[in-house]
């Protein structure tokens, strides 16, 4: 775990993402109770690593746009194990290309866990491209409470995403196109 950048969720990150979750839930399937402030928390998450400032975000008036120019956080809140995927769902990735995906892991006790408590380790795992995400292998991955998600996910196992020490400059080389 020591290889990918860790940020500690504070409970003033959780306080202002339970205001935002009911101007940011989306109308989809919905894998477990907490996937919206999971969502919110990964983006502070990012924004605390790349910015130094986790309050550096767009949540809430980004709808329809990139978490952040260019980029998309795609955030899981579960136990963490390098066998865990960056997952992006098959319409989303027809609909979107932003120039990076960014895979966040909430390190949480329990897969099903209906909370997010302070102190929750984020590690920021590593980064694709579109072109690497729709290249990649789709199934549907279920649901957290069990049996079929009714959708599928292209997906990238964590150890083969592009490593965080990478990402400055490649988005640098984005940001001068």
């Not at 292998?137 to 957290?144: R, V």
Request: glycine share 8%; hydrophobic share 40%.
């Amino acid at each position: 775990m020591s290889a990918y950048p860790t940020i500690v969720i504070i409970g003033e990150m959780i306080d202002q993402a339970r205001k935002m979750e009911p101007r940011v839930a989306v109308n989809r399937t919905i894998a477990s109770d907490v996937d919206t402030l999971a969502g919110i928390l990964g983006e502070m998450a990012f924004a605390q690593w790349f910015y130094g400032d986790w309050r550096h975000n767009s949540v809430g008036k980004n709808k329809g746009q990139t978490d952040f120019a260019g980029i998309e956080i795609k955030t899981s809140a579960f136990p963490f194990r390098e066998t865990l995927h960056l997952l992006v769902r098959e319409d989303y990735a027809q609909k979107r290309k932003p120039a990076f995906y960014v895979q966040v892991i909430l390190n949480i006790h329990q897969r099903n866990a209906r909370e997010i408590p302070a102190n929750t380790p984020a590690l920021i795992c590593g980064w694709a491209t579109p072109a690497e995400v729709d290249n990649a292998p789709k199934k549907d991955w279920g649901s957290k409470g069990g049996g079929r998600g009714g959708y599928l996910c292209h997906a990238i196992p964590i150890n083969k995403l592009h490593p965080m020490s990478e990402f400055r400059e490649a988005y640098r080389k984005f940001s001068s196109q």
